[in-house]
């Protein structure tokens, strides 16, 4: 480690960090205050209508998903800071005014919080992504009614055990949230400390030892344009999967029609758009759709199911923004809320879960739809593809 650097470790829902922070600073008077924050995340906490949101544009890119992964799990640390009496981030915003009252230059060191949420999202498996927004979900419903243990929460050992735990959960997952900030925190304050000035870098308790590994190690930083490259949308297993089984139903379902009769295709047809619909429109109920939503969900899922490009929740979703629009004012209370029925009532949130909820509902209905067909009629799937596939089954 520099010997001009001080890397002060804090919980971000603590008083105590605060405190720690102004007594350090005080003493210190160092020349430059390095923060664990991005551009987005600081102005997000000092600017009440800060907006970086488009949820058309979100709604469209099918990152859905994530962002819901994000507004949860931001609502649950909210949650614990309300406990404690902090709200999370204030020893990063009092690091920055009490930098700027000793007269230090702010830097702002820690990685765009959309590239890192991007990435993470992108490395964890289906499976963990679905694990992990159960846990999230039920933290939301049950989770609040346990005593927090305030010294447990400020224990280095404790931080660790955190840690590892999440390694066990997701280790690509972890890779992106804890290590590779730290490789560019690292970076950045490597680059700071060659200035020769006298620094105090505040920083999450959990991202020291890393950090601290980093800066004693330089040749193990990755690259920085590998750190802050977002990976493109690749066929994953999942995609894989839900490409291959549009088109398996496609051919299955013109080779099966081109050997029936019209009265059990439009059987056939009738059970694919009463499943497909009925699912949707229930993903979209569940997250208290407006009845229009929930309609667009029923009407249209017969139809995206087969199509790859399009979902049902991108459509349900854009009738729920139609119908009640999010204003500036829904995004500002997301920062605020501070109960899961507050949540719920967000215009903002309630768009997003109505996208996911009638995704889930849509994808359920397509599996369904296809093995009730099938079995009803009675349908050889290895037979009916044989014209279509010739000697290779």
Known sequence: MPNNLILVGTAHVLEQSIRDVEEI??????????????????RALVEENYDDISIKDILKSGEIYLLLFQWILAFLQRKIGDELGVKPGAEMLRAVEKGREVGAQIVLIDRDITITFRRFWSKMKFLEKIKMMFSLI???????????????????DMVSHLVKEFRKFSPEGAKVLVDERDAFIAANLLRLTSSG???????????QEGIKKYMDNPALIP????????????????????????????????SIFLSLSTEIILSALFYWFIINGFLAALGAALARGH?????????????TSLNPFIGAGWVAGLVEVWKREPSSRDLRELSKITSFKELMENRLFRV?????FT?????????LGAYVIFRLYGVDIVSSL???FGGLL
């Open 291 to 303: 009845i229009m939503s929930i309609i667009a969900a029923f009407l249209s899922a017969w139809l």
């Open 386 to 388: 044989r014209p279509v």
């Open 223 to 254: 690259p920085m344009h590998d750190l802050l490259s977002v990976p493109k949308k690749q066929i994953n297993l999942p995609k894989l999967i839900g490409f291959g089984m549009v088109a398996v139903l496609i051919l299955l379902f013109a």
């Open 25 to 42: 600073l005080e003493r210190e008077r160092p020349e430059i205050v390095a923060v664990e924050l991005d551009e987005k995340r600081y």
């Open 352 to 356: 997003v879960l109505v996208a996911a």
């Open 138 to 156: 039920k933290a939301l419903t049950i989770g609040g009614k346990e005593e927090i243990e305030i010294d447990k929460i400020i224990e280095d």
């Open 197 to 207: 000035k006298k620094i105090v870098a505040v920083v999450g308790a959990g991202h």
């Open 359 to 367: 995704n889930l509902g849509s994808m359920v209905g397509t599996f």
